[in-house]
């Protein structure tokens, strides 16, 4: 059995990794929090909130902030790295010289390296070969989370027993972690939700009827399971929480920045001025790689595929909704 990982460094400072550092102390965990922005390393220190990125939250649990990567990393337990998904590789270098052999690094965020189109965990493997990489993902919303509200998730690692011992450093009764060894199902299925949940965001902002975000819903589930079966991932990890259990949350509800993307598209929001600034919406990064991916591993993805093509400005909704209805009759399992 592994040993008890008691010394967690957050790596990010933002609405999930905060929420995630809140996690680790109600469970009892020593928690140092790093984050790039020295006004959150002191709002947290502070006044025990993350006002930037958890408004109206206060702390319910200890931790502390510091602006000093090598000292947040230095003789921790295990590191969830929990900045945007493209920033994983520039992360894993910078702490490249500080880890500890065989420390668990758990990816938090939801998406896909756009410049290589690997799964992070692959680029973790790449640049940071000395850490045991682990992902963690599943239906959460961090503001549902910080405010102690009941969460399951899923938290993978190719070793059954680091995903074990993750699971129990991490566990509360607000939070229940479910362990997996399907390192690459949990994380196809957090980025692929991003992007169908832009276009359930855009059939709901356009007024085109719930029975159309139901039938999106569903068959966007059947290309996260198309594309994730060709890159590995085990169906039942596919249906559980990180899969079926995102893909649900994000698609149906405005909470999701994602779907809020979506939603402003919908209702007439040049993509242009949507893509300036703004909270982050990791599904705008992970269309285009979805779309390559799926030409790589002869996977069709007409409901990706046009979220791209949208957000390229090269085709409008209408015309995608057309393009979509209009496609060549098929069985519906083929
Ligand atoms: N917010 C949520 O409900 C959830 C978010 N996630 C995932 O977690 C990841 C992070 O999301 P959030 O924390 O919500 O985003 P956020 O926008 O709230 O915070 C992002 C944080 O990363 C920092 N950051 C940005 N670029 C950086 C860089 N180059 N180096 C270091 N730090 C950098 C920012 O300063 C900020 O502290 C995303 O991949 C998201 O999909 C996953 C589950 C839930
Ligand atoms: O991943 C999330 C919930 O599981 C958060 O979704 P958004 O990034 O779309 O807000």
């Known amino acids: 059995m592994m040993r008890r990982l008691q010394k967690i460094a957050v790596l990010g400072g933002g609405a999930w990794g905060t929420a995630l550092a809140l996690v680790a102390?109600?469970?009892?965990?020593?928690?140092?929090?790093?984050?790039?922005?020295?006004?959150?390393?002191?709002?947290i220190n502070?006044?025990?909130?993350?006002?930037?990125?958890?408004?109206?939250?206060t702390f319910d649990a200890p931790f502390q902030a510091t602006g000093d990567l090598g000292g947040a990393v230095s003789g921790c337990d295990a590191i969830l790295l929990v900045t945007p998904a493209q920033t994983t590789r520039?992360?894993?270098?910078?702490?490249?010289?500080?880890?500890?052999?065989?420390?668990?690094?758990?990816?938090?965020?939801?998406?896909?390296?756009?410049s290589t189109g690997a799964l992070l965990a692959d680029v973790l493997a790449d640049c940071l070969p000395q850490a045991t990489p682990a992902v963690l993902s599943g239906p959460s919303f961090a503001d549902d989370v910080a405010?102690?509200?009941?969460?399951?998730?899923?938290?993978?690692?190719?070793?059954?027993?680091?995903?074990?011992?993750?699971?129990?450093?991490?566990?509360?009764?607000?939070f229940r972690p479910y362990a997996s060894t399907d390192v690459a199902g949990v994380q196809i299925g957090g980025a692929l939700k991003n992007v169908l949940a832009i276009a359930c965001g855009a059939v709901v902002g356009r007024g085109w009827g719930a029975s159309a975000q139901a039938a999106l819903t569903a068959r966007g589930f059947r290309e996260m399971t198309l594309l994730?079966?060709?890159?590995?991932?085990?169906?039942d990890t596919l249906t559980g929480?990180?899969?079926?259990?995102?893909?649900?949350?994000?698609?149906?509800?405005?909470?999701?920045?994602?779907?809020?993307?979506?939603?402003?598209?919908?209702?007439?929001?040049?993509?242009?001025?949507?893509?300036?600034?703004?909270?982050?919406?990791e599904g705008i990064f992970t269309a285009s790689v979805a779309v390559d991916l799926g030409?790589?591993?002869?996977?069709?993805?007409?409901?990706?595929?046009?979220?791209?093509?949208?957000?390229?400005?090269?085709i409008d909704l209408d015309t995608a909704l057309a393009s979509l209805m209009t496609r060549p009759l098929k069985r519906e399992t083929d």
């Open 46 to 57: 502070e006044t025990r909130s993350n006002p930037s990125y958890l408004p109206g939250v």
């Open 241 to 281: 929480l990180s899969g079926l259990g995102d893909l649900v949350l994000t698609c149906s509800s405005a909470q999701s920045r994602n779907f809020a993307f979506g939603l402003a598209l919908g209702r007439g929001t040049p993509v242009k001025n949507l893509m300036s600034g703004g909270k982050l919406a």
């Open 295 to 314: 030409k790589r591993h002869a996977v069709d993805l007409p409901l990706s595929t046009a979220v791209d093509a949208v957000l390229r400005e090269k």
């Open 25 to 43: 102390a109600r469970a009892g965990r020593d928690v140092l929090l790093w984050a790039r922005d020295a006004s959150t390393v002191t709002a």
């Open 228 to 235: 994730g079966t060709a890159l590995g991932a085990r169906p």
């Open 147 to 174: 405010k102690k509200l009941p969460t399951a998730v899923t938290v993978a690692a190719s070793q059954g027993e680091v995903a074990d011992a993750l699971s129990a450093a991490l566990a509360s009764e607000s």
């Open 90 to 114: 520039e992360m894993a270098k910078a702490i490249s010289s500080t880890i500890e052999p065989g420390t668990p690094v758990v990816l938090c965020a939801k998406g896909i390296e756009r």
